[in-house]
């Protein structure tokens, strides 16, 4: 007889193992079917932002900043540091460490939560009543399993670019690029998008000279316009990260000492020699090998999952969530769809608002915004104020040290509704959660105007902005 489940959620990243854990909370029999093994061959749960996304780039990011601090950050506090020498097997291992304590933190809870951890390839082989049949397989014995109903949370994969073969050793996506064993002395990047500014930040903190290659030719261009030329400056002209913008890049082959990619720039043919090379062009949803053609499962043009509102896919009681469907690809949208869909199968309203999902961009200042942009509302024609007010004359950020960047707060000019909050400061992903809560409570600017703020905080830029925008900042 075939084990049988209220809910078999394939796929255990940030997506899935939340949506486990939240059905089982609701008293529903669940299983999750994970395939992912370490480079030793380890069954792991966790799944990209665990093992290779998330998590170890910002342990890296973290490391990589401790030591740039250290070299040139600590002179103005009068403090002198000679001899500080990065050692990166030890940053690595660091890195191994904390990934392991959260994969190891989720076995804990699929055990406290009494969920079925069902190690292998998951796919749809047909019905089971009004129910599905989940085989689960790849290398060896496989088990069909029954599901009331099927979460799909399969998530994404690295877009690789045709005639550019990844061997993660020297041409590396996101895998190759957390772990490389030595600081590159030239490094390629092709593409200047989130990893591209993260990893490509590690790796010149620690002495990498690092060139990106970015095809748009425009810089960030899903951030808002002035918080993308902040940080260009920032990024370009301070940190000597090399980045060229409206490239097309044509053949890249391997040299003796690493490798060669040519590209197009304004015309002109171009160069670019380094030792180690990263791709980092976006991410395509994981939907090969998933039996969508056995059961009819709807896929688009594109390989996302097709789903509604609320998750649900063409087929009746199978849900699909996170990187594998329409949305941001990020782990935090994943795991809210995750609460959402096991509420739903347990038969409980709930909704994801993904107009209010955070983006944070891990770079040093971070960048983190929620809405909508400047160039976005005039777009739509949406009429607007803007509140604007920089971290250089806030009492904190000069005791810091580091006083880049601004707050933007960008509300309706009729209803004073706030639209969309953008911000670039060393601490950005810790103070967007305040612009979060806002919009999700549909604040008015004058909200958070009113809202008393701790003195001295960084906080205090956000009150600064919002009473900008009926141009009543205190402090300016
Ligand atoms: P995944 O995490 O991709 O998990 C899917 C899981 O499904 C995998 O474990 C896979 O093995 C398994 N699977 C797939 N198919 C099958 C199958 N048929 N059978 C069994 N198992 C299967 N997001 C953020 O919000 N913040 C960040 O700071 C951040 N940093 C990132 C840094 C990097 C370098 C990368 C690459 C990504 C980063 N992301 C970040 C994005 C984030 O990792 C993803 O949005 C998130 O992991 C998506 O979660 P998911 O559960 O949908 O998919
Ligand atoms: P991305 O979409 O952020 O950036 C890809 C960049 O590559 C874009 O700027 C794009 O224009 C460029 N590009 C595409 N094709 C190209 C080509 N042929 N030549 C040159 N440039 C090209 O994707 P990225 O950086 O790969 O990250 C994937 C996703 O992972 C992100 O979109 C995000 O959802 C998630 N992520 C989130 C992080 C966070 O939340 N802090 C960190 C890292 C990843």
């Given at each position: 007889?075939?084990?049988?489940f209220d809910v078999v959620v394939?796929?255990a990243?940030p997506a899935g193992y939340i949506s486990a854990i939240r059905a089982a909370q609701l008293g529903l029999a669940t299983a999750c079917?994970?395939?992912?093994?370490?480079?030793?061959?380890?069954?792991?749960l966790?799944?990209?932002?665990?093992?290779?996304?998330?998590?170890?780039?910002?342990?890296?990011?973290?490391?990589?900043?401790?030591?740039?601090?250290?070299?040139?950050?600590?002179?103005?506090?009068?403090?002198?540091?000679?001899?500080?020498?990065?050692?990166?097997?030890?940053?690595?291992?660091?890195?191994?460490?904390?990934?392991?304590?959260?994969?190891?933190g989720i076995e804990t809870l699929f055990r406290k939560n009494k969920i079925a951890w069902?190690?292998?390839?998951?796919?749809?082989?047909?019905?089971?009543?009004?129910?599905?049949?989940?085989?689960?397989?790849?290398?060896?014995?496989?088990?069909?399993?029954?599901?009331r109903a099927?979460v799909?949370a399969?998530?994404?994969?690295?877009?690789?670019?045709?005639?550019?073969?990844?061997?993660?050793?020297?041409?590396?996506?996101?895998?190759?690029?957390?772990?490389?064993?030595?600081?590159?002395?030239?490094?390629?990047?092709?593409?200047?998008?989130?990893?591209?500014?993260?990893?490509?930040?590690?790796?010149?903190?620690?002495?990498?000279?690092?060139?990106?290659?970015?095809?748009?030719?425009?810089?960030?261009?899903?951030?808002?316009?002035?918080?993308?030329?902040?940080?260009?400056?920032?990024?370009?002209?301070?940190?000597?990260?090399?980045?060229?913008?409206?490239?097309?890049?044509?053949?890249?082959?391997?040299?003796?000492?690493?490798?060669?990619?040519?590209?197009?720039?304004?015309?002109?043919?171009?160069?670019?020699?380094?030792?180690?090379?990263?791709?980092?062009?976006?991410?395509?949803?994981?939907?090969?090998?998933?039996?969508?053609?056995?059961?009819?499962?709807?896929?688009?043009?594109?390989?996302?999952?097709?789903?509604?509102?609320?998750?649900?896919?063409?087929?009746?009681?199978?849900y699909?969530i996170?990187?594998?469907?329409?949305?941001?690809?990020?782990?935090?949208?994943?795991e809210e769809e995750g609460v959402m869909v096991a509420e739903l199968i347990a038969g409980q309203k709930a909704?994801?608002?993904?107009?209010?999902?955070?983006?944070?961009?891990?770079?040093?200042?971070?960048?983190?915004?929620?809405?909508?942009?400047?160039?976005?509302?005039?777009?739509?024609?949406?009429?607007?104020?803007?509140?604007?007010?920089?971290?250089?004359?806030?009492?904190?950020?000069?005791?810091?040290?580091?006083?880049?960047?601004?707050?933007?707060?960008?509300?309706?000019?009729?209803?004073?509704?706030?639209?969309?909050?953008?911000?670039?400061?060393?601490?950005?992903?810790?103070?967007?959660?305040?612009?979060?809560?806002?919009?999700?409570?549909?604040?008015?600017?004058?909200?958070?105007?009113?809202?008393?703020?701790?003195?001295?905080?960084?906080?205090?830029?956000?009150?600064?902005?919002?009473?900008?925008?009926?141009?009543?900042?205190?402090?300016?």
């Amino acid at each position: 007889m075939a084990q049988a489940f209220d809910v078999v959620v394939i796929g255990a990243g940030p997506a899935g193992y939340i949506s486990a854990i939240r059905a089982a909370q609701l008293g529903l029999a669940t299983a999750c079917v994970e395939e992912w093994r370490n480079p030793a061959g380890e069954p792991k749960l966790g799944g990209t932002c665990l093992n290779v996304g998330c998590i170890p780039s910002k342990a890296l990011l973290e490391s990589s900043e401790q030591y740039e601090h250290t070299l040139t950050g600590l002179g103005d506090h009068g403090v002198t540091v000679t001899g500080a020498k990065m050692d990166v097997a030890k940053m690595l291992a660091r890195k191994e460490a904390v990934v392991t304590k959260m994969t190891k933190g989720i076995e804990t809870l699929f055990r406290k939560n009494k969920i079925a951890w069902l190690k292998g390839h998951g796919r749809f082989v047909g019905r089971a009543g009004a129910g599905w049949q989940i085989e689960v397989g790849g290398g060896g014995a496989s088990e069909v399993v029954e599901a009331r109903a099927v979460v799909i949370a399969t998530g994404s994969k690295a877009r690789h670019l045709q005639g550019v073969p990844v061997d993660n050793e020297i041409v590396c996506d996101n895998v190759g690029a957390l772990a490389f064993p030595a600081v590159p002395q030239r490094l390629g990047v092709i593409g200047a998008g989130v990893i591209g500014l993260e990893l490509g930040s590690v790796w010149r903190r620690l002495g990498a000279q690092v060139t990106l290659l970015e095809a748009l030719p425009s810089f960030l261009a899903a951030a808002d316009e002035s918080v993308a030329k902040e940080a260009w400056k920032l990024f370009t002209k301070k940190q000597g990260l090399d980045i060229r913008l409206g490239v097309k890049i044509g053949k890249v082959e391997a040299t003796k000492k690493g490798v060669r990619v040519d590209y197009e720039l304004d015309g002109k043919a171009e160069k670019l020699d380094c030792d180690r090379l990263v791709v980092s062009v976006g991410r395509v949803p994981n939907t090969d090998g998933l039996g969508a053609e056995a059961v009819g499962l709807k896929i688009d043009a594109r390989g996302f999952v097709e789903v509604d509102d609320h998750c649900r896919s063409n087929l009746p009681n199978v849900y699909a969530i996170g990187d594998v469907v329409r949305g941001p690809m990020l782990a935090h949208k994943g795991e809210e769809e995750g609460v959402m869909v096991a509420e739903l199968i347990a038969g409980q309203k709930a909704h994801v608002n993904l107009e209010t999902i955070p983006w944070v961009i891990y770079t040093s200042p971070e960048i983190a915004w929620v809405g909508k942009t400047e160039q976005q509302l005039k777009s739509d024609g949406t009429p607007y104020r803007v509140g604007q007010f920089p971290f250089s004359i806030n009492g904190r950020a000069l005791g810091h040290g580091d006083t880049s960047g601004f707050v933007k707060m960008l509300a309706h000019q009729r209803t004073d509704e706030i639209l969309g909050v953008h911000i670039i400061n060393t601490h950005a992903s810790e103070l967007i959660a305040e612009a979060v809560v806002a919009m999700e409570f549909r604040a008015a600017s004058e909200d958070i105007a009113r809202i008393v703020h701790a003195h001295p905080s960084l906080s205090e830029v956000m009150h600064e902005a919002a009473l900008a925008v009926d141009k009543r900042a205190l402090n300016m």
